[in-house]
């Protein structure tokens, strides 16, 4: 299984992004699928978490400024990130837990992207 995050970029305070993950190889089904964030000198942080039921939770920093959504027929995780902050700069990985044909359920890392707030 591979995890393909696309959608990091430069932009200003303020701005928005879109990031996107997509899930692809042997699936069978994805329970939850997150994004997460390191910035320089810091430790992973999970940013906002979404289940197979279609509930969401976030970081407290990033409440009502952004939202992850999924499309399960895609097997793709969504960010939209609006009202950026500088303090957003920071590499996002994607992150899901995939089960297989045979019922194990293996955690599973994208690439990263880069995030970059700056003016």
């Known amino acids: 299984v591979q995890l393909q995050a696309s959608g990091g970029g430069l932009v200003q305070p303020g701005g928005s992004l879109r990031l996107s993950c997509a899930a692809s190889?042997?699936?069978?089904?994805?329970?939850?699928m997150n994004w997460y964030r390191q910035a320089p000198g810091k430790q992973r942080e999970l940013v906002a978490y979404?289940?197979?039921?279609?509930?969401?939770t976030y970081a407290d920093s990033v409440k009502g400024r952004f939202a992850i959504s999924r499309d399960n027929a895609k097997n793709t995780v969504y960010l939209q990130m609006n009202s950026l902050k500088p303090e957003d700069t920071a590499v996002y990985y994607c992150?899901?837990?995939?089960?297989?044909?045979?019922?194990?359920?293996?955690?599973?890392w994208g690439q990263g992207t880069q995030v970059t707030v700056s003016s």
């Open positions: 979404s289940n197979s039921g279609g509930s969401t």
């Open positions: 992150n899901a837990y995939v089960r297989s044909g045979s019922g194990v359920l293996t955690n599973y």
């Open positions: 190889g042997r699936i069978f089904s994805i329970n939850a």
